[in-house]
């Protein structure tokens, strides 16, 4: 690293190389004589998680010019981010663990390195419920985005993903807005020498108040932000994929390969919902009477159903009647879901109901993998 890169750096972590305790140097010179006061033990390193060379930085006190970490002569350093954002993805692993423990979660925050460094993301993982959430701190082309969800949801009874500034490609946007309605974004703000996280929920037309992560609440259905409601498309008939209360769930229409089908009216965000009903030939028994929605699990359950129609039809009798049941029970329990409202997420019914879809997705897979 050459002198002027290492005269920048603005970011270490606190007592050894291997720690995830990130620091934001103050930059003013006041500001670093009462750190040094409060706190005369501490030690700085260029730290492993931060991409960094591992080596002991001091911290460098100037009344002329900004405050900086430095390395010291002749130490070898390939860092790639030395700003204040670089630890970025340490501040929100421990916002998280304290969300976490706060809201009576049991939930551990994990970083991601995807190709460019231990900060690419940080992955909430609820270990109840096979919760996850995922903050995206690098750009992902938006295959390489596709194919990341798919991963995430192959375990994953709700998967949500909150976007850093620029990490969101333009596709992936549309993607999300059509989907959910919504896109969920992060930012920063520096509070001494922590960095702390905001989140808001941008739509087509608005978007909601940056909220700090203690506004923010896990339920069974995921992530959920003040100021917003998850999007739900028109039913086409009465009695399906309505509610009296706050919808839950995302409904979303496939063919009959599980593909996503065209957008009505209803999915562009700004427009009227669509009275059209999807074509009744190109949808399962369970589409048929409770309709797509968007909730991972509820994917997950509509994903096996298919997969299990489609290889029944060469078995015998008795599993083709096996099949048949758990084709109305996924349609059931599809449509109970869709009729959750807010205030069962606090009741614990929605819990039992989502339960109930993990075990029914057990059993789906279980009679899967024997007919295959």
């Not at 970025?88 to 190709?115: E, M, N, P, Y």
Request: proline fraction near 5%; glycine fraction near 8%.
């Amino acid at each position: 690293m050459a002198e002027s890169d290492r005269r920048l750096v603005q970011t270490a972590v606190i007592g050894s190389a291997a720690s995830g305790m990130g620091i934001v140097l103050p930059q003013e010179a006041d500001e670093l004589r009462r750190l040094r006061r409060r706190h005369p033990t501490y030690t700085y390193w260029c730290g492993t998680q931060l991409g960094g060379c591992g080596n002991k930085l001091s911290d460098r006190l100037y009344v002329d010019k900004v405050c900086h970490f430095a390395h010291a002569p002749n130490a070898s350093c390939h860092r790639k981010a030395n700003g204040a954002n670089s630890a970025d993805h340490l501040f929100i692993k421990q916002d998280l663990a304290l969300w976490a423990r706060r809201s009576g979660v049991d939930a551990r925050a994990v970083l991601r390195d995807l190709g460019s460094g231990p900060g690419d993301a940080v992955d909430l993982r609820v270990r109840d419920s096979r919760q996850r959430v995922r903050f995206q701190f690098r750009r992902l082309t938006h295959p390489e985005w596709r194919s990341a969800r798919e991963e995430l949801e192959r375990d994953a009874a709700s998967l949500d993903w909150v976007f850093g500034p620029g990490s969101a490609h333009p596709e992936t946007m549309e993607e999300m807005y059509e989907t959910f309605g919504y896109v969920l974004r992060f930012r920063f703000e520096t509070q001494g020498v922590a960095r702390r996280i905001r989140i808001r929920a941008e739509e087509a037309r608005r978007s909601t108040d940056w909220v700090p992560l203690d506004a923010c609440a896990m339920t069974p259905e995921g992530l959920r932000v003040p100021g917003v409601e998850r999007r739900r498309r028109a039913s086409p008939r009465p009695g399906v994929g309505t509610s009296t209360g706050s919808p839950v769930n995302l409904p979303v229409a496939r063919t009959l390969r599980g593909g996503t089908a065209p957008a009505q009216a209803s999915d562009v965000p700004g427009r009227e919902p669509s009275a059209v009903a999807p074509d009744p030939k190109s949808t399962t028994g369970a589409d048929r009477r409770a309709g797509r929605r968007t909730s991972p699990l509820v994917r997950k359950v509509q994903r096996l159903v298919d997969e299990v129609n489609v290889l029944v039809a060469a078995a015998d009798a008795e599993v083709r009647t096996k099949a048949e049941r758990m084709d109305r029970e996924a349609a059931a329990w599809i449509e109970r879901y869709g009729r959750l409202t807010s205030s069962d997420f606090w009741s614990g019914k929605a819990t039992k109901v989502a339960g109930h879809g993990d075990a029914l997705a057990g059993r789906l897979e279980k009679l899967s993998r024997q007919l295959k």
